[in-house]
């Protein structure tokens, strides 16, 4: 009696799954025992720890955020495959792969992986890696809130997996609709481990937030004032703009969700007062910004991109800037567009289908400018600008049937058919997925030193293409054809079943191009020696994070530069200015294990609120606590290298002639 | 790249879009191949913002591909200016052709929101049919109050009459959808919502439910039958000629949750059924007492 007050609701039941569930515990568990099986034969244990997980380097950091991101992204994507099996078998009297229940934790748990886990995991570590380097600083403003964010991103996501292993995970969709997701309807724990790990994740999005902004107005190089920063740095600033603005009402809005299933109140629920439309709206108050979020720094890296291999200056410099701003501001007026189907009428929904078209107009603009930034350039077709071909032909269809859905009557139609699926998957792969691949591929030698092979990167590119046609031109039509998403079962007589079996197809190619990204990166990395970049500057590049070493050392600049024009390091070059080579002593923060044991405390708190066991969530914050305290009485955080280890490091790289 | 390599790689995706279109065009395109006057002005909304955003698209490509042939590094007859990074007649060409698009798409937006509101009754002079509609787990009740009579998972409505539904739900939400009558709209347990279609094409017509509300979703299935006045009033009379009852008690067995449930029908219901579906969750007195335990 006391253990099974000790345990919650946990039982031994909580552990008994089905077998493609106990397939995936077994992957994991194997890829966990073999990883640490590996760490001990080359004793790496120390390294792993010391250099990397309690480093608050925001090179490394952003390295781990993708190598977390990937991960999530290949389970997600595992997902996705399973899906659409289900639905190419599933007919008639087949009844395919999936009980009805399993289908729908799958499809919830591939939404809320991929947006939570693998584009955002994406989002900021290609932020962590360029943000600081493209401004001209050594660090973050807080390096060590920085290192907090990131484990609590990794906490949440241990989290949701963990609901592979015990129990079981939401079914009620990426967004759990109450009533669905009440207590009365969704009676196990699933709904809490969604609650809790974006719960965990969303903090951590929001601290790092307010880190970037920060560091982006405070942090700037001498010379560098606002209109002179590289486009990519404007797109990130209006991301955690939209991140402050946003994320609270996420965590205020499921707080109120979990508090209506722990304790019983009637927030959200059908009677009792509670009102399920309130739900809907204040979700997507915060996840219509949450689209933008994702997309503004795709579209900050495609401008860096265009400009760097077109060898010619952004085109329309002020209005990216601006449209950046209007996209920020319009995007929290929208948000009704997601339910134009409830009802409210034909001066509401007139007015938010309008608001929502008007989005259009910038993001139009910048469409438009960055083609323009090609006119009379002198374009190379590197596997970053292969993404942004791929970007361009197909976010452009994403876009147009994204204004075609802003028109109430056309989305009474479309709204919840495969044709919806098939627009937001246009918006998120190939506008944030492409972008932020280009953004890796492009980035990758500064941050490895290594130089990527271009064939493999052009294969990727191309099978991306390639599968995401074969992939959602088959939904588009499926949601003309009348099918609706989250369905695991349909009638032969709909004529369905060949179309999904293409669109399986698809999922099959992108996985290919998945693995082909995977093993360029591989390739190159076992090649390191023939590949090596030994300039610091692999494209002629125009920002200042070309004008360091390759990789970039862990202070980023043994000397800060001094801008005057935007791309100045481009402009430096064409001027053949000469910069003084005045060395200073610099302190940079010491690495610190400090934010891996607070995360530990969130997922004790968490996973003791999913299974209600107090005492775990007790102890839990107790540690979280801690943890900052103990972050608060620490002075010694920082360390001092000497300009003579500067000197040398320079001399190393670029020889005794600069 | 050569541009036979070229033409080869940009004709695979329009070959298979193409084949995409033509599977489409030869099964049942639901939201294209309408039976209603609802669906029919949707589709035209439809088909005219696709129309509108070839403005764009077109465009977009031609310059993508003009762009990329012409100013590839390896063509040296093309000329190349580094700092030709502003010019304010082509910004406003920028922002004057999509704002030009928006404007006359806003209009198009706005006076179809007016005129195509599911809550708006069909003008006709044939009197409208009412028939309420109640999502349960997992299957659709719908009730015609004139009548006394209530069927599950089929309704048959006479051809060129308005009908109005009201609907709610009694179970989590769920979306209402005939794509060839017309576009969706929510049913909320708690709350009515309401929508106007009139058919003018006999035939029976798919239904289900496009908002996921739990295990049997998927099985939520339904048809609307459209048939001649004659066969709608015999349909009436044969309906009314059956044995179920739908009385509180009755309901309280069909609301359990089920599965993939065949279509049947009541001979009659109690007339304030509706209505007390949509009472059982507003705050009254003796609700609350429910509610909280007391």
New interface residues.
Partial sequence: MMLANLLGLLNVDSFRHDIIQNVGVGIMTLSIFFASLALTYFRKWKWLFGEWLSSLDHKKIGVMYIIVAVLMLSKAGFDALLMRTQQSLSVGNNHGILA??HY?QIFSSHGTTMIFFAAMGLMFGIINLAVPILIGTRDVAFPWLNSVSFWLFVSGMILLNTSLAIGDFS???WLA?P??SELQ?SPTVGVDYWIWSLQIAGVGSLLSGINFIVTILMKRTKGMNLMKMPMFVWSVLGSMTLVVFAFPVLTATITLLYLDRLVGT?FFT????GN??MYVNLIWAWGHPEVYILILPAFGIFSEIVATF??????????MVWAIWAIVILSFTVWLHH?F???A???V??FF??MT??I??PT??K???W???????????SAPMIWF?GF??LF??G??AG??L????????????LFLVAHFHSMIVSGVLFGYFAGIVYWFPKFSGIKLNERLGKIAAYLWI?GF??AF??LY?L????A????????PS??WQ??FI?AGVGVLIIGLGLLTLVSQVLYSVYKHVENKDRTGDPYDGRTLEWSIPSPAPHYNFSILPIVKKTDDFWESKQEKRSRDLVYKDISMPKNSYIGLFLSSGAFALGFGAVWHILWLSIVGLLIILGSVIARTLTEDTEYTIPKEKLILDDIQFYGEGK | MKLAKVLFLVS??II??AS??L??SH??????NTAGTI?K???S??LF??FL?LF??VP??L??II??VK???SNKS?????????SKA??SV??G???IL?II??V???R?????????MIDSNIKPINIQVVALDWKWLFIYPDKSIASVNSINIPINTPINFELT?D???N?F?V??L?????T????S??LSILSDKKGSY?G????????????M?FSVNVVSNSEYNNWIKSTKSSTKVLNDRSYETLSKPTENVQPFTYSFVSADLYKNILG????SDN??SK??GM
């Fill in positions: 009805s229940q729908q079914g009620a969709g609709y009533p669905l309807f009637h059908s009677g009792g007062g399920p439309m077109s060898k010619k200056k952004l085109f329309g410099y002020t209005s339910f189907t409830m009802g009428g034909a001066d929904n007139g289908g309008i078209m008007i259009a107009i139009g603009v469409i438009f400018n083609l323009f930034t090609m006119f009379r350039g002198k374009i190379t077709f071909v361009i032909l452009s269809i876009g147009v204004v075609l802003a028109v109430p009557p056309a989305d009474f139609q479309l709204h919840n058919s390639l046609i074969v031109v088959p039509a949601g003309i054809m009348g609706t998403r989250r369905m695991d079962h349909y009638s709909m004529g060949p179309l293409v | 695979l995706p298979f879009i995409i279109v599977y489409v099964h049942n395109a639901q939201v294209f669906a002005d949707e589709k909304i439809i913002s696709m955003s764009v698209l977009v490509y310059m993508l762009f990329s100013y590839r590094e093309s000329k190349y200016s580094p700092n030709f990074s502003h082509v910004e920028w922002w052709i999509p704002t928006i798409l806003s198009v937006t706005w179809s929101s007016h005129q195509l509101d599911p809550y708006k739900s179970a989590p939400m979306s959808w794509p060839q017309s576009g969706q709209i929510y909320m347990p708690g709350m919502t309401k798919s289900r439910s496009a908002n996921i509300s739990g295990k049997g979703f998927a099985g299935l059982k969750y507003t705050l609700n609350m509610v909280m």
